[in-house]
Every structure is written in structure tokens, then in C-alpha cells.
């Protein structure tokens, strides 16, 4: 495997930007827009070989794509009570659309409006925890019929206890994955069944800003994906809306 330091590493990522259409190496495969880029840098995959590499990740993105992309997963606390399967299925679930006899518990949920089953994350800064609400008033017609089994499951009122994360929780799991990155983001393009990628532009991102996170949940840039059902609980991500990567850190450079 081939080493780098930071400067060699933009010199070459720089160089493969220049190379034109590459056809993608891992066909088929959801990130092989990144393992593309890890096999023309001779990397290992998620093992980018420079000084201080914990610090140091590699996120490549289709410019064309509107998919979120997950940042990371961690399930509400407090975690004793397994909120997802043990609460939220059982009294704000509702039937699946597709397998007989089971709950289905999805949403996507951020801190600029409520979903139309009146879920919403609120920001707590006072007591340093981000939380998840619900609020029957908000509810949309369209699901009067789960609201009124919520009122007999649950009752109508906000949930009790919220599920929440803590700042120093939070914080530590997101500054994690997230530290400082190398951004490259690419053009694609199919030619007889085989995708293209052109690799177009290049930013580093350095020091992720907890605040700045904060106000992207807020702002709905962040938002946060339960997707559950009967006897499977997908877990819980905090996801990414596309071009918004570079919101969440003190300082963006900008190579090509």
C-alpha cells in the first residue's frame, strides 16, 4: 500500500482529477465512487495512509445525486430503554405497506418543521441535549386513524421519557467520523451499461464545528432517519443533505 503525506496526497488527488472519464472499478457497488479513488491511489478502503490518518477521512460524492448521505449511526438515549423496538413501534408505529403483520416505525425528521405525524427534533441548549418531539396538533389528516390508536396506545401528549442525545454524546460520536476531510465530489456518466466517473473538485474541510452541526439539524441540513419495523430495527442515522458537507467545519479549502 502507498503512503502519503497531506502535500503529496492533494498533489496526487489533483493529478486524478486531470485523467479524464475513469471507468468505476466497483460496478454495482453503492460507493464505488470512493473505491474507485482508493484503488487509483493504491489505498486500502476507509485507510488513508498519511500522518495522523485518524484524523483524516476520504468522502467522495456525485455531483448529480440528491441522496442523503449518512453520516453516522447512534440510537437515542437513554439506550436501556431500546426507544426504537420498545417504544416507538409499539405505541407510535403503524402497519407495514408491504409485510403482513408487522410495524413499520420510518421517519426523517430534522429541526426546521415536523414531519406530518407531528415528529420534529428540538435543539435544548439550555440542558445540552438534542431531543425528539412529538405534537398530535400537527398531525395530517391523512393519518387520523393512526393518530386516533396513538391517543388509545400512548395518549396524546408529548412522549414520555423524550428521547434525546447529549451534547458530550453527540459531539465525540459526530467529531469522530467527521474531524477533517478530504471532499472530492464527481461527474458521472454511462457508456454501453458502464458508468464514468470524472473526478471535478476537491476541497479540504478542517475541524468540524459542533455548533455549526447544531444549526444544520435546525436548518434541516442534518437530518435524523429512524427506519424500523417488526423484528428489525435498521438503526438510526444522522444523515446528510448533498453540498451541505462543508457547513460543518471552521475552515474550507478549496484545491481544484
Known amino acids: 500500500m502507498k503512503t502519503y503525506t497531506k502535500e503529496t496526497l492533494i498533489a496526487k488527488l489533483v493529478e486524478v482529477t486531470q485523467m479524464g472519464w475513469i471507468r468505476n472499478a466497483r460496478p454495482g457497488n453503492a ?4 473505491n474507485t479513488l482508493e484503488d487509483i491511489l493504491g489505498i486500502e478502503e476507509n485507510n488513508l495512509p498519511i500522518p495522523n490518518a485518524a484524523e483524516w477521512e476520504l468522502k467522495c460524492q456525485r455531483i448529480t445525486t440528491s441522496s442523503l448521505t449518512t ?19 409499539p405505541l407510535y408505529g ?23 405525524r407531528g415528529f420534529g427534533v428540538i435543539i435544548d441548549r439550555q440542558n445540552r441535549k438534542v431531543l425528539i418531539s412529538f405534537d398530535h396538533s400537527v398531525v395530517g389528516e391523512k393519518h387520523k386513524d393512526w393518530l386516533n390508536s396513538v391517543g388509545g396506545r400512548s395518549g396524546l401528549h408529548e412522549i414520555d421519557p423524550q428521547p434525546y442525545w447529549g451534547f458530550d454524546d453527540l459531539h465525540h460520536k459526530a467529531g469522530t467520523k467527521l474531524l477533517n476531510c478530504f471532499y472530492i465530489r464527481a461527474k458521472t456518466k454511462r457508456e454501453k451499461r458502464k458508468e464514468y466517473f470524472k473526478y471535478a473538485s476537491i476541497l479540504i474541510l478542517e475541524r468540524f464545528d459542533f455548533e455549526k452541526f447544531l444549526k444544520a439539524i435546525e436548518s434541516a441540513a442534518v437530518l435524523i432517519d429512524f427506519d424500523a419495523r417488526t423484528h428489525h430495527n435498521h438503526g438510526t442515522k444522522f444523515r446528510l443533505r448533498q453540498d451541505r458537507l462543508p457547513d ?9
Open 71 to 89: 453520516l453516522f449511526h447512534m440510537e437515542p438515549s437513554p439506550r436501556a430503554l431500546k426507544f426504537v423496538p420498545e417504544i416507538f413501534l
Open 31 to 34: 460507493g464505488g465512487i470512493g
Open 248 to 256: 460543518l467545519y471552521e475552515t474550507v479549502r478549496q484545491i481544484v
Open 94 to 116: 403503524w402497519k407495514h405497506r408491504t409485510i403482513a403483520n408487522e410495524m413499520s416505525f420510518r421517519q426523517t425528521i430534522h429541526g426546521l418543521a415536523r414531519s406530518d
